[in-house]
């Protein structure tokens, strides 16, 4: 009488091996598509249900569509080159160099981990190609950097490729990893002609160097939260010489935006501060900042130190001489020609 169910438990037990994941470790330098590289033996190359790990000393060129499974994890310490197109859907871990190159597309609807991991140095991503938020089945996608990310102009015929970074969230944080050694400083750089659009972007502590040229565009419902611990280095957010379109919320929190160009706010600029806080949130502005929307400056630590000029068809809460104020000399130049609340 107790055959059936013997049966049934071995049958159970044998599926199980036999969706079990495949552990993939890269042994060669070469390219993902050749056996040879990796660990395995035959023909076998990592699949979409594999977790795969690049060592150090190891480079590994994608050329061709490559996926991470959901649950999944690739772990880089080493390097890898893509020129093809990389979908994550589960943890990709950098800890060496990851290089998306002209014509490379990272689509990622899980997780991307830019750490340091002691003793091995900071991870580094190098992007001229996309990197693309995809939400997939609820994902959030996130990219956490505590090391260093990068977009860079790649020259080439027919025209030069321009890194661009689009949707999901960008995490800039100063820190260490959860599981991980050491600690690090992240910095986010976009030169001139690159583009980070439409990411929820939380600069925790870290560095975000929009340089000239360069675009940092957030549509409806996007954000910008420029956040961080009083004393930690500052200034965190630099707009050098960059263009800061702004139609979702940029709030700022124990933490400097130093603004060297043009910031267009559409939507709402928010200068919480605390009162009684020695930590000041300020914008220094030694550009300009259009504003079409709600610029919020709501105590007495909370303030636009503006060498620059402010034109203001929106509305300015919380303005004061000392709060909104040009220093050094010369003053800076504010234009309220929309309504202020004191």
């Known amino acids: 009488m107790n055959y059936p169910l013997v049966l049934v438990l071995a049958g159970s037990l044998f599926l199980t091996a036999e969706t079990r994941a495949a552990q993939f470790k890269a042994v060669a330098t070469g390219d993902w598509t050749v056996p040879a590289t990796w660990s395995a033996t035959g023909t076998a190359i990592p699949g979409a249900a594999d977790d795969i790990e690049i060592p150090g000393g190891i480079q590994v060129a994608v050329d061709s569509p490559v996926t991470i499974g959901a649950g999944r994890s690739l772990v880089v310490r080493g390097t890898l080159r893509n020129s093809g197109r990389i979908s994550n859907q589960g943890t990709l871990t950098n800890t060496g160099t990851l290089l998306n190159s002209r014509g490379g597309r990272i689509l990622n609807s899980g997780t991307i981990d830019n750490i340091v991991d002691y003793p091995s140095r900071g991870g580094a991503i190098e992007n001229g190609g996309l990197i693309e938020g995809v939400p997939m089945g609820g994902s959030a996608p996130t990219i956490n950097n505590y090391a260093r990310v990068d977009n860079f102009v790649a020259p080439a015929p027919g025209g030069a490729a321009h890194g661009t970074i689009r949707g999901?969230?960008?995490?800039n944080i100063s820190g260490s990893a959860t599981g991980h050694g050491g600690g690090g400083v992240g910095t986010v750089t976009n030169p001139a002609g690159c583009l980070i659009e439409n990411c929820a972007i939380n600069n925790s502590g870290g560095y975000f160097y929009n340089c000239d040229g360069g675009?940092?565009?957030?549509?409806?419902?996007?954000?910008?939260?420029?956040?961080?611990?009083?004393?930690?280095?500052?200034p965190s957010l630099v707009i050098d010489g960059g263009e800061v379109f702004n139609a979702g919320s940029i709030a700022i929190s124990g933490m400097t935006?130093?603004?060297?160009?043009?910031?267009?706010?559409?939507?709402?600029?928010?200068?919480?501060?605390?009162?009684?806080?020695?930590?000041?949130?300020?914008?220094?502005?030694?550009?300009?900042?259009?504003?079409?929307?709600?610029?919020?400056v709501a105590n007495e630590n909370s303030r636009i130190d503006n060498t620059g000029t402010i034109m203001s068809t929106g509305s300015i809460h919380g303005f004061s001489p000392s709060?909104?104020?040009?220093?050094?000399?010369?003053?800076?130049?504010?234009?309220p020609i929309g309504p202020v609340f004191p």
Not at 323 to 335: D, F, K, L, N, T
């Open 168 to 171: 999901g969230t960008l995490n």
């Open 215 to 234: 675009a940092l565009l957030t549509g409806p419902g996007g954000t910008i939260d420029n956040s961080g611990t009083p004393g930690s280095p500052g």
């Open 257 to 296: 935006i130093k603004l060297n160009s043009n910031l267009n706010n559409q939507g709402s600029l928010s200068l919480p501060g605390k009162s009684g806080s020695a930590a000041q949130n300020y914008i220094a502005n030694s550009g300009s900042i259009e504003n079409p929307g709600v610029i919020v």
């Open 323 to 335: 709060q909104v104020a040009g220093r050094p000399a010369p003053r800076g130049i504010i234009y």
